[in-house]
């Protein structure tokens, strides 16, 4: 166990504790990410860039390579065209971080849909809305930005609602399997004072307990409250439309963890508000949860099939035949640009990696599969 780094927000944790008792997960969750005076995302001037992206504690797929975003832009069209084509038809980006993807898919979009598209670009950190707003003029799009789309009126919004890895950083609960049944993990402060610690208690509401995936004796599991309650809003904000969802996939949500500086941090209690604090998303929970509002489920299945089915090989030979191009005209220069971008391109669909993330699709008052699980065989590979 690790003494907890003193800061002014592991400080007020601690001082909370030992005045009202250990508190969820969920709840250290919330705070240690999103606490506007020390939180993860929150972090003043430290990384002028934020937590995401190359110059950040991680990156995501439409950091790594702007044909995701090309190829999501493909999808994005497709479900205009499943929708009849409606004017306004709207992007809600859920977790839009710094806008990166946003601008790709706006800038990927056909001319037709172009002149009736506008986004809602929702993101909760103040530091990630400002570099939005400096995004913006880029975007090219009428574009709205939300604090979060729970602000969004109910039924309003005919088109999609995107999130890309944003339900494995939504606050989740956890849960042990224990001879007596389930009980719930807390985070409290251990004997003497020095550490945080994780605690058993009873299960802390009826809700935790419907949702939690089936776990033997001594197993844990994240259970998503976080990743449900977000459905609750798409699904209630969208009058007919498709979600889309991309996230790390795991049995029982997997092994809790974080990133800071591209580097794992294997616990995440010993400086709240140091790195970030995820697990991988038990899908069936998702699925489960989806079909109880009545959604059309498709999938999941993995990146690297969903991106195939989009036409990332074509995209990829394209990049190929400008690197011999570029090499024919003697401009060595483009052609190693154009090589790399062929290999940061191979990243979104490499096995082990962002290839096996899952992409779930969900859709209200909509019967048409997808185009990125038309025709995918097979689910995603699940992972503890």
Request: net charge negative.
């Given at each position: 166990?690790?003494t907890?780094v003193?800061?002014?927000?592991t400080d007020?944790l601690?001082r909370?504790i030992?005045?009202?008792?250990?508190?969820?997960?969920?709840?250290?969750?919330s705070?240690?990410l999103?606490?506007?005076?020390?939180g993860?995302?929150?972090r003043?001037?430290?990384l002028?860039s934020g937590?995401?992206?190359a110059?950040?504690?991680?990156?995501?797929?439409?950091?790594v390579?702007?044909?995701?975003?090309?190829?999501?832009?493909r999808?994005v069209g497709?479900?205009?065209?499943l929708?009849?084509?409606?004017?306004p038809f709207?992007?809600?980006e859920?977790g839009?971080?710094?806008?990166t993807?946003?601008e790709v898919?706006?800038g990927?979009?056909?001319s037709?849909?172009?002149d009736?598209?506008a986004f809602v670009?929702?993101?909760?950190?103040a530091r990630?809305?400002?570099?939005?707003?400096?995004r913006?003029?880029?975007?090219?799009l009428?574009?709205?930005?939300?604090d979060?789309?729970?602000?969004?009126?109910?039924?309003s919004v005919?088109?999609?609602?995107l999130?890309?890895?944003l339900?494995?950083?939504?606050?989740?609960?956890?849960?042990?399997?224990?001879p007596?049944?389930?009980?719930e993990?807390?985070?409290g402060?251990?004997?003497?004072?020095?550490?945080?610690a994780?605690?058993?208690?009873p299960?802390?509401?009826?809700g935790?307990?419907?949702?939690s995936?089936?776990v033997?004796?001594?197993?844990?599991?994240a259970?998503?409250?976080?990743?449900v309650?977000?459905?609750d809003?798409?699904a209630?904000?969208?009058?007919?439309?498709?979600?889309?969802?991309?996230?790390?996939?795991?049995t029982l949500?997997?092994?809790?963890?974080?990133y800071?500086g591209?580097?794992?941090?294997?616990?995440?209690l010993a400086n709240?508000?140091a790195?970030d604090v995820?697990?991988g998303?038990?899908?069936?929970?998702v699925?489960?949860?989806a079909r109880?509002?009545?959604l059309?489920v498709w999938g999941p299945?993995?990146q690297r099939?969903?991106?195939a089915a989009?036409?990332f090989?074509?995209?990829?030979?394209?990049l190929?035949?400008?690197?011999?191009?570029?090499l024919?005209r003697g401009?060595?220069?483009?052609?190693?640009r154009a090589?790399?971008?062929?290999?940061?391109?191979?990243?979104l669909v490499?096995?082990g990696?962002?290839g096996d993330f899952?992409?779930?699709c969900?859709g209200k008052?909509?019967?048409?599969?997808?185009?990125?699980?038309r025709?995918?065989?097979?689910?995603?590979?699940t992972?503890?």
């Amino acid at each position: 166990m690790m003494t907890v780094v003193s800061t002014p927000l592991t400080d007020r944790l601690v001082r909370r504790i030992e005045r009202s008792g250990p508190i969820t997960f969920a709840d250290f969750m919330s705070l240690a990410l999103y606490d506007r005076d020390g939180g993860f995302y929150e972090r003043g001037a430290e990384l002028a860039s934020g937590a995401i992206g190359a110059d950040g504690d991680f990156v995501t797929s439409p950091h790594v390579s702007p044909l995701f975003g090309t190829l999501l832009a493909r999808q994005v069209g497709e479900f205009d065209e499943l929708l009849g084509a409606p004017a306004p038809f709207t992007v809600i980006e859920a977790g839009a971080g710094d806008g990166t993807l946003a601008e790709v898919i706006a800038g990927s979009l056909p001319s037709p849909l172009r002149d009736r598209a506008a986004f809602v670009l929702a993101e909760r950190t103040a530091r990630h809305r400002a570099l939005i707003e400096k995004r913006r003029p880029h975007i090219g799009l009428p574009t709205r930005v939300v604090d979060d789309i729970d602000s969004l009126e109910p039924a309003s919004v005919d088109g999609c609602v995107l999130a890309n890895e944003l339900l494995d950083n939504l606050p989740f609960h956890l849960v042990r399997g224990a001879p007596g049944g389930l009980v719930e993990l807390y985070v409290g402060v251990a004997a003497g004072g020095a550490a945080l610690a994780l605690l058993e208690g009873p299960v802390s509401s009826a809700g935790v307990e419907r949702l939690s995936p089936p776990v033997h004796a001594g197993e844990e599991a994240a259970v998503p409250t976080g990743a449900v309650g977000f459905l609750d809003a798409a699904a209630a904000t969208l009058r007919r439309g498709y979600v889309l969802l991309i996230d790390y996939a795991a049995t029982l949500g997997g092994a809790v963890h974080g990133y800071r500086g591209q580097g794992v941090v294997a616990d995440v209690l010993a400086n709240p508000g140091a790195s970030d604090v995820t697990a991988g998303v038990d899908m069936d929970v998702v699925v489960a949860h989806a079909r109880r509002l009545g959604l059309r489920v498709w999938g999941p299945v993995a990146q690297r099939d969903a991106l195939a089915a989009l036409g990332f090989a074509d995209q990829l030979e394209m990049l190929r035949r400008e690197q011999v191009a570029s090499l024919d005209r003697g401009r060595g220069t483009e052609a190693v640009r154009a090589y790399s971008a062929r290999g940061a391109a191979r990243l979104l669909v490499e096995p082990g990696g962002l290839g096996d993330f899952a992409v779930l699709c969900l859709g209200k008052d909509v019967d048409a599969t997808p185009r990125c699980i038309r025709g995918v065989e097979g689910e995603v590979r699940t992972k503890r």
